[in-house]
Nanobody, 116 residues
Framework: QVQLQESGGGLVQPGGSLRLSCAAS????????MGWYRQAPGKERELVAT???????NYADSVKGRFTISRGNAKNTVYLQMNSLKPEDTAVYYC??????????WGQGTQVTVSS
């Protein structure tokens, strides 16, 4: 089992920045990838960004150039730096871990609201 705890969400004005953090604990072996997904009201959950165990990153087209995913030195923390935020970035953001064998774990989510 892997437990995930997100933090860093909140209310920000358009053009502002937020940094999300996700701390993972528990069975940390065989982690293939960590990432962030988001779900806006009335919409399906969508991929935001992922980072592999080797450090390769992948971003949704809608956030490229504005968001940056990274991992802490201990490799059990993943961050999402969000710059130039737009109202359409408003969503609940979920941390995600994919382990070898296809096991997937989710955090409880953190709300990000972009509004003036």
């Amino acid at each position: 089992q892997v437990q995930l705890q997100e933090s860093g969400g909140g209310l920000v004005q358009p053009g502002g920045s937020l940094r999300l953090s996700c701390a993972a604990s528990g069975s940390m072996f065989s982690i293939n990838r960590m990432g962030w997904y988001r779900q806006a009201p009335g919409k399906e959950r969508e991929l935001v960004a992922t980072i592999s165990s080797g450090g390769s990153t992948n971003y949704a087209d809608s956030v490229k150039g504005r968001f940056t995913i990274s991992r802490g030195n201990a490799k059990n923390t993943v961050y999402l730096q969000m710059n130039s935020l737009k109202p359409e970035d408003t969503a609940v953001y979920y941390c995600n871990v994919l382990k070898l064998g296809g096991f997937i774990y989710w955090g409880q989510g953190t709300q990000v609201t972009v509004s003036s």
